[in-house]
């Protein structure tokens, strides 16, 4: 897929062009896209290489951002920017493409929308309602109610996708928004993309003839715009590559690329984006073949040895399994789970019936009980930490960290007396404190084995199940050496360290294996001893995240659809040990996986290496650090080293297969800093002086900045622009609010040789920096307004600018006052320092803050409010226009030095955030001391929440008058304010109560 460019370009014409992405983005558009895309779960392109690898970049972003490096500006900002949506498939044309491929309008919808004089050269109708006749239809003209008019209508059968295209398009035209229209869509990336690009290489051509470009897809334009900028196809670097998506994405639109990462297992799932997701059709079909074959071999050795089926032919689809303890008070042996339901839409629970004999439990499985059952099933005999059974009307309960035996050292350690696991253990020993009970299997009938609707039921085992558990078990026993030498099962032990103290402290097990059932050992062992392919490697992960006794029975809620399943290990970042686990049989394994498929140009070299070992230049880096990461990938990512470790295939033989925890970059302190700033050095030393990095951040507060500025300013780059992306995540781990912004910063190589600058003389220069900045912004807002209805940027994204303007001043300088900047970069923090980065970046925010005058509001009055006041005024604006995302709120309130924004926040779910409105506030909620309160604008709403109460205005402007010293010269910005409450405000009430009370104060004569 090389692209073959034949026009004469001249090599290098746009060495010191500044690339697009320093002056326009859409970053409003891209957001979205990015959302869109991460909403697709499964749906995403590389997920199913490996859904256990968490935080993967949204691919339309990087496909943005590569476009944006390399894209240069001509003097047209508005029409750079509208090429650069075209490219994006973001502009009115590709949207009605992308919802065309999408089949996303009916033909109803289009007859609704449209004007139309000759419906029915598209249009077939068929009559739904009795005495419509052919003659009323034929004068039937869109826009048209079908329902109404009694009929229905389908497209004809000749019309072609080009002909319904033009339909489409105006059909979308009539919806409100970019959001509204793009999620019809499908996403760029899963339309025809020679059809979906057609209308755009001759407009591109066009565009950039000066440049004499003429490309016909994006390896061509990527290529030629890289010969013009570095001379040659741009070579596209990521250091920390992570699950791929970076260099995958840029490798699918033509650079050439070269992926690293300190961790094996993200190295191979960047190899297997580029060379499963992104091979061949051909290289596909072998590919699977060689699924097919694996699978079929480990299938026929399972039913040779006869473990998974029963004596009728019927196969085990799951295991159900639970750890068992004794109670110290009766002497019992008690089965744990949280829960003993099986299914809640079959009604199906696991019994505990007493053996007094035997001081212990049958688990009979029962299915079709009465609600009640199973509501009374769900209460576990683990409750809240304590393990909870009833015996003979009386019911016991014991802290689980009584039977473990916790206790605490003399010097504040913990422990207890659970048994650490030797290297030859498979199985709990008899004396162990939990033993491990298989409780349930979960039985496919043998004549829907392959059918694609399979009957099954759940049966506790049956003696001859037993027998076959035994059996396993022997085999394990006698092999489980030979299989730790030969790597076909890890013999690795378990690190501890922040995850992987947890199966150790909650188990005793100390070794990878022991997270494993005997019956997942034999069939990985003989899965294993078959995978010699790299591709195929991939595929052992994808089961291993499916194996395990760290893998859960999912209950699907009664009214939900489908059926109750075997979840996967990571379906969160950590190591949780479970009371009750599933296994799933290797039959229900999906060994033969059906990848996408998105043919990749690939010179590509894949690297296992710390970032800061760089040895191969590249022309641009994108980067997307550890930085404070919730995911210990070195940690977590050792379950799937452990097997694989030993013997790995051509080429994941030449890596390093070992988490290296201590060359990981984490957390936040010195270390980190200094891993970063050599990492970023090296990426520096490793690209030409016209090299672009972008590095891409959660955006948290002016800390983050801080400490990531100084990095990579003393790495020897200078920033040039910043970008905020809305992506949104509402993490499992941090529920409550917690919303993610990225920041996308652009940077460039530092000018050589030394330059000192003063902060004193910095200030001036910073903030006519971000003046022009912001002004340039809202320029091209205005422009764009007029043509499209909705601008290009929003507040977030002037705001970002306008923080970026002030970095850019002054990551110019290599010394500020005495000091040098990596001694800045390293230098120990005291606590609530406040660096120069920090001033800047304040100075920029409230520069940016006074030019971001909400409409309708004069640059006067806003002049005079304090940040909480802007803020409120700011956002009830935003509100007006649909927004609703928290992330907005977090931000603002970080730019208006808001202290508690939550305390005026009516809601605050991510996507669902707003105000409190006036009549919401209690009167303790506005009292002097609260921030609001204290405020022109508290004193408001006081005045307003009295009105509804029909006080009378000339009582409240005296109560005013009297409480306010600066009554007079604040009355133009009350005035004002009160305006635009009555404007802006959600609630009738509050408007018409503004309303009244802004007459009263406007008309109000001296002396009254
Ligand atoms: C946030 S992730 C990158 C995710 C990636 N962009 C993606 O889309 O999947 C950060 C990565 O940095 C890697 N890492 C941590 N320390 C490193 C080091 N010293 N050198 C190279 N990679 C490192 C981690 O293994 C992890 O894969």
């Known amino acids: 897929m090389h692209a073959k460019t034949k026009t004469t370009l001249t090599p290098l014409a746009l060495k010191d062009a500044p690339a697009l992405i320093e002056t326009v983005f859409p970053a409003q558009k891209v957001s979205f896209e990015a959302q869109k895309e991460r909403k697709a779960n499964l749906g995403q392109t590389l997920t199913g290489l490996g859904s256990y690898w968490k935080g993967r970049k949204p691919l ?30 973001f502009d009115e044309e590709g949207l009605a493409r992308r919802s065309l491929a999408a089949n996303a309008l009916s033909p109803a919808e289009i007859a609704a929308n449209i004007d139309l004089d000759n419906p029915w050269d598209y249009f077939k109708a068929t009559v739904r309602r009795l005495g419509v006749t052919g003659g009323d239809i034929r004068w039937m003209r869109f826009p048209l109610d079908v329902d109404a008019a009694g009929i229905s209508i389908r497209w004809r059968r000749h019309i072609t996708d080009d002909e319904k295209f033009v339909l489409y398009r105006r059909a979308l035209a009539t919806l409100p928004s970019y959001e509204a229209k793009a999620s019809i869509a499908k996403r760029p990336e899963e339309v025809d993309q020679d059809w979906l690009y057609a209308p755009v290489w001759p407009q591109v051509n066009r565009h950039y003839a000066h440049l004499g470009l003429d490309a016909h897809s994006f390896p061509e334009l990527v290529e030629q715009l890289g010969i013009l900028r570095y001379g040659r196809r741009p070579r596209v670097g990521d250091t920390f590559c992570g699950g791929g998506s970076i260099p995958f994405e840029a490798a699918r639109i033509g650079c050439d690329v070269y992926a690293s990462d300190l961790n094996p297992v993200a190295c191979m799932l960047t190899w297997g984006a580029l060379n499963i997701i992104g091979s061949s059709p051909e290289r596909r079909t072998e590919i699977e073949k060689g699924q097919e074959r694996v699978a079929k071999a480990v299938d026929a050795e399972i039913t040779k040895l006869g473990i998974e089926h029963d004596k009728q032919g019927n196969r085990a689809k799951s295991y159900l399994y639970c750890l068992e303890t004794r109670c110290p008070e009766t002497g019992w042996m008690i089965p744990l789970s949280p829960s003993w339901v ?68 003399t010097d504040g350690s913990t422990g207890n007396r659970l048994r650490r696991w030797e290297k030859s253990d498979f199985k709990p020993r008899p004396e162990d404190i939990f033993q491990e009970r298989l409780y349930a299997i979960h ?3 043998k004549a829907t084995l392959n059918k694609s609707r399979q009957e099954t039921w759940f049966a506790a085992p049956t003696d001859a199940d037993w027998e076959c558990e035994r059996r396993v078990e022997k085999l394990v026993a006698e092999n489980l050496s030979r299989w730790h030498d030969e790597g076909l099962v890890p013999d690795m032990a378990i690190e501890p360290g922040y995850n992987t103290d947890q199966p150790i402290r909650e188990r005793g097990w100390t070794h990878w294996h022991h997270m494993f059932s005997p019956r997942d050992l034999l069939k990985l062992a003989l899965l294993r001893k078959h995978i010699s392919e790299p591709e195929l490697v991939l595929e052992l992960c994808g089961t291993l995240d499916f194996c395990s006794k760290l893998s859960r029975w999912i209950v699907r809620f009664s009214s939900g659809g489908g059926s109750d399943f075997t979840s996967n290990v990571f379906s969160n970042q950590a190591l949780n040990t479970l009371y009750n686990w599933a296994n799933r049989s290797f039959f229900d394994h999906d060994f033969v996986q059906n990848y996408k498929n998105a043919p990749v140009h690939i010179n590509a070299s894949v690297v296992c290496a710390p970032s800061s070992e760089l040895t191969q230049a590249q022309d641009i880096f994108i980067t997307d650090p550890p930085y404070a990461d919730a995911v210990n990938y070195e940690e977590i990512t050792e379950f799937f080293i452990a097997w694989l470790r030993k013997n790995p295939p ?76 809305a992506t949104e995540t509402t993490s499992e781990l941090k529920k409550g609010g917690y919303v993610q912004g990225t920041v996308i910063l652009m940077l460039k190589k530092r000018a050589a040789g030394e330059r000192t600058g003063f902060k004193q003389r910095l200030l001036p220069a910073v903030r006519q920096e971000v003046v022009r900045q912001i002004e340039s912004m809202l320029h091209l807002n205005d422009t764009v307004t007029v043509h499209h209805g909705e601008p290009v940027f929003n507040d977030s994204d002037l705001q970002m600018a306008g923080y970026a303007a002030a970095l850019k001043v002054l990551t110019a300088y290599t010394h500020i006052g005495g000091e040098d900047v990596t001694s800045f970069a390293l230098r120990p923090r005291a606590r609530g320092e406040v660096t120069v980065v920090d001033e800047m970046v ?43 995302k928290l992330d907005n709120y977090q931000n603002f309130a970080k730019a208006f030095h808001v202290e508690d924004y939550a305390r005026v926040m009516g809601d605050m779910r991510p996507n669902q955030a707003r105000l409190k409105r006036v009549s ?18 508290g004193r408001l709403f006081i005045t307003l929440q009295q009105l509804y109460k029909d006080t009378e205005p000339q009582v409240i402007v005296e109560q005013m008058r009297n409480e306010m010293p600066d009554f007079l010269e604040a009355r133009s910005v009350l005035v004002d304010m009160l305006a635009f409450i009555e404007k802006k405000s959600h609630e009738p009430e509050t408007r018409s109560a503004a309303e009244v009370l802004g007459a009263r104060l406007k008309n109000l004569r001296f002396g009254e």
């Open 60 to 89: 339309i972003l990087v496909r943005a951002i590569v476009l944006g490096c390399l894209l240069p500006p001509t003097d047209d900002a508005q029409a750079d920017l509208a090429l650069f949506e075209k490219l994006m498939a």
């Open 342 to 409: 099986i299914s809640k839409g079959r009604n199906i629970i696991a019994r505990l019936k007493p053996d007094h004999r035997n001081k212990r439990f049958e688990v009979e499985i029962v299915s079709g009980v009465s609600d009640k059952e199973v509501a009374a099933a769900d209460q576990g005999t683990v409750q809240e930490g304590d393990m909870v059974y009833t015996l003979d009307g009386k019911t016991y309960r014991t802290p689980i960290k009584t039977l473990r035996g916790d206790y605490r050292n």
């Open 443 to 445: 039985w496919i009938t």
């Open 650 to 725: 051509k080429p994941f033989d030449d890596w390093v297969w070992d988490s290296r925890r201590a060359l990981a970059i984490k957390g936040s302190d010195e270390d980190f800093r200094r891993g970063m700033v050599a990492a970023y050095k090296a990426m520096a030393d490793h690209m030409p002086d016209n090299g672009m990095q972008c590095v891409m951040f959660t955006h948290q507060n002016t800390s983050v900045w801080s400490d990531l500025i100084g990095i990579f300013w003393a790495a020897g780059l200078q920033v040039v622009a910043a970008w905020y992306i």
């Open 842 to 884: 304040q100075q920029a925010a409230e520069t940016a803050s006074n030019l971001l005058v909400p409409e309708g509001l004069s640059a006067d009055t806003w002049a005079k409010l304090t940040g909480i006041e802007r803020f409120m005024l700011r956002m009830l604006d935003m509100e007006t226009t649909g927004s609703s």
């Open 920 to 937: 919401e506030y209690a009167s303790r909620d506005l009292t002097d001391s609260t921030e609001i309160g204290a405020t022109n604008l």
